[in-house]
Nanobody
Framework: QVQLVESGGGLVQAGGSLRLSCTASGRTFSSYAMGWFRQAPGKEREFVAAISWSGGITYYAASVKGRFTISRDNAKNTVYLQMNSLKPEDTAVYYC???????????????WGKGTLVTVSS
């Protein structure tokens, strides 16, 4: 099992940038595919991005492709989400997730963090 803790959320103006971090406990972090989801007020949780165990393969939702970048540092047990050109519609609680399967197109997440709030003002 792995425990996940997100950080880096906050308030930013439209067009700005934020970098989220998710640090995992345990020695098997490098074996997991990692991903980010988000949930806006009154909406269902949606997939944002995922990355394979090695970092060699990434997958993005269409709504963030070209603006967000997912990366990982296995030596630090950390996955990142660099968010650029932020829009008010990116406002949400962002969750980090981990799973054993490396099939990113069906990333569902098995282990979850508690989330970090990102607010983008217009």
């Amino acid at each position: 099992q792995v425990q996940l803790v997100e950080s880096g959320g906050g308030l930013v103006q439209a067009g700005g940038s934020l970098r989220l971090s998710c640090t995992a406990s345990g020695r098997t972090f490098s074996s997991y595919a990692m991903g980010w989801f988000r949930q806006a007020p009154g909406k269902e949780r949606e997939f944002v991005a995922a990355i394979s165990w090695s970092g060699g393969i990434t997958y993005y939702a269409a709504s963030v492709k070209g603006r967000f970048t997912i990366s990982r540092d296995n030596a630090k047990n950390t996955v990142y989400l660099q968010m650029n050109s932020l829009k008010p519609e990116d406002t949400a609680v962002y969750y980090c997730a981990a799973q054993d399967s490396q099939l990113l197109v069906t990333f569902r997440g098995k282990y979850w963090g508690k989330g970090t709030l990102v607010t983008v003002s217009s």
